[in-house]
């Protein structure tokens, strides 16, 4: 297969980093600024790898306020195979969300995901979702692409452009022993190619939380169409807030 240059916001699993609304009724001051980071052995994104199945140290800043709106920026480091230079990824994103009753939230982003070193990657997604009590579910469209410009010239460069679509859903559990189980699966509707890019995936992860020493987890994805890496991939992750 050829081979390709996916970029990533990047959640670790269950322990993903919010777009949506982080809101907290009990505080006095609307707005609040919080910073995360984390490392995996393996950062995967939509199903694939980032890293070529190697380690990422990954870390951003997150500012909320009462009213719904969230923004903020992430870093991790990237590594797409022999031959590709790029060395790592930034986004930046905003958000909009809110709770419309006890069961039922929503949440709106935009993300552009930038990669400073690299070659034709950087592309922009709008999103949307909504959450029912443990199940969410969402879409994300791309509405810019710089690989647009080299589609036709480099074919394994020519997804992440205007047109594409990511479908995807989600359970998340609380288990006992403080432990949280997340299910997922997705699926990538690229405008390039009539459908022979496209595919599935799916996975889940369990994660705890440790106290002052963050939450940790444990994780498992698979792509489900042969042209692409279908070994399951099993990965660790660690995640601290402040």
Do not use: C
């Amino acid at each position: 297969m050829k081979s390709q240059r996916i970029s990533a916001l990047a959640a670790v699993g269950a322990m993903a980093i919010g777009l949506g609304v982080q809101q907290n009724a009990a505080a006095e001051d609307p707005n609040s600024v919080s910073a995360n980071i984390g490392a995996v052995s393996n950062y995967m994104w939509r199903g694939q790898t980032q890293t070529d199945n190697g380690p990422a140290i990954q870390g951003g800043v997150d500012y909320a306020h009462a009213s719904g709106f969230s923004a903020g920026t992430w870093v991790s480091n990237v590594d797409f195979g022999a031959g590709d230079e790029t060395n790592y990824e930034l986004d930046l994103y905003a958000g909009f969300g809110g709770a419309i009753n006890d069961d039922l939230s929503y949440a709106l982003k935009l993300i552009y995901y930038a990669y400073p070193d690299g070659r034709d990657l950087d592309f922009s997604e709008l999103g949307a979702s909504a959450t029912y009590k443990w199940v969410t579910a969402g879409i994300d469209y791309t509405f810019y692409g710089q690989a647009d410009d080299a589609r036709g010239v480099l074919d394994d460069e020519a997804n992440y452009i205007e047109g594409d679509l990511y479908y995807h859903a989600s359970v998340d559990l609380d288990l006992p022993y403080e432990l949280g189980l997340s299910i997922r699966g997705g699926y990538y509707d690229f405008r390039y190619n009539d459908g022979g890019n496209d595919y599935a995936h799916w996975g889940l992860s369990l994660s705890r939380e440790a106290g002052d020493f963050g939450t940790f987890s444990l994780n498992y994805d698979q792509v489900g169409r042969d042209t692409y890496d279908e070994d399951p991939k099993i990965w660790v992750g660690w995640l601290k807030s402040f």
